[in-house]
């Protein structure tokens, strides 16, 4: 029972341009979502989080937005850069537990 | 500072044989979450452990079991390995009153299963 879908398991975008990355929950009861990023041969390391008080949280180049009414999610990454190549997952958790579900990933490659 | 480390990298075992995997927090943290993520999946939640005790389990059967030491280093075991407890196992640790933002993840053990 996957509550957290990353339906794209790939994307490649040209340095400089934008980035977006997409990630849907079914569980109505999640209320804090994050995205982290992982490298190859490392853990995954936090990169933007955002409560569902809020529907949009900026740091830096990159932007979460979500969209409670559709369960929906997605990070932009502006401007890519090379160094951002490596695979994003999304993640959500309700405050009523300690239990984060991750979605399935998507492999980020941005072309130089 | 020291990050969070974990042993052994990658590890082949038999089906049916048990398997110890461990973890050492980073400095200051007493909370320590194991994950599991198979090959073409996210990270799977397995327990959780706070103070020596376990704090809250993922959908995984019995023969998965953990300890948390004094020092707040972590191990997992596995017992009665099967073909498809064969993944990625991640450990992350963080601080009282944590945010998952404040959770780190360590490099995670390989494990086959054969």
């Known amino acids: 029972d996957q509550q957290v879908k990353q339906n794209s398991p790939s994307l490649s975008v040209q340095e400089g341009r934008i980035s977006i990355l997409n990630c849907d929950y079914t569980?109505?009861?999640?209320?804090?979502f994050l995205w982290y990023k992982k490298y190859p041969a490392e853990g995954p390391t936090f990169l933007i989080s955002?409560?569902?008080?809020?529907d949009k949280n900026e740091d830096g180049r990159f932007t979460v937005f979500l969209n409670k009414s559709a369960k929906h999610l997605s990070l932009h990454i502006v401007p890519s850069q090379p160094g951002d190549s490596a695979v994003y997952f999304c993640?959500?958790?309700?405050?009523?537990?300690?239990?984060?579900?991750f979605g399935t990933g998507t492999s980020l490659t941005v072309i130089p | 500072e020291t990050g969070v480390t974990q042993s052994p990298t990658h590890l082949i075992k038999t089906r049916g044989q048990q398997v110890t995997l461990r973890c050492s927090s980073q400095?200051?943290?007493?909370?320590v979450s194991w994950y599991q993520q198979a090959l073409g999946q996210g990270p799977q939640f397995i327990f959780q452990?706070?103070?020596?005790?376990?704090?809250g389990r993922g959908n995984f059967p019995p023969r998965f079991s953990g300890l948390q030491f004094p020092n707040y280093s972590s191990e997992l075991n596995v017992n009665a390995l099967e073909l498809d407890d064969s993944a990625l196992y991640l450990c992350a640790s963080s601080q009282p009153g944590w945010l998952a933002n404040e959770q780190y993840f360590g490099p995670g053990t390989r494990l086959t299963v054969t």
């Open positions: 993640a959500a958790s309700a405050s009523t537990g300690n239990q984060f579900y």
């Open positions: 955002i409560s569902s008080i809020k």
């Open positions: 400095s200051g943290h007493n909370t």
């Open positions: 452990y706070y103070r020596e005790e376990e704090n």
């Open positions: 569980n109505s009861m999640f209320d804090y």
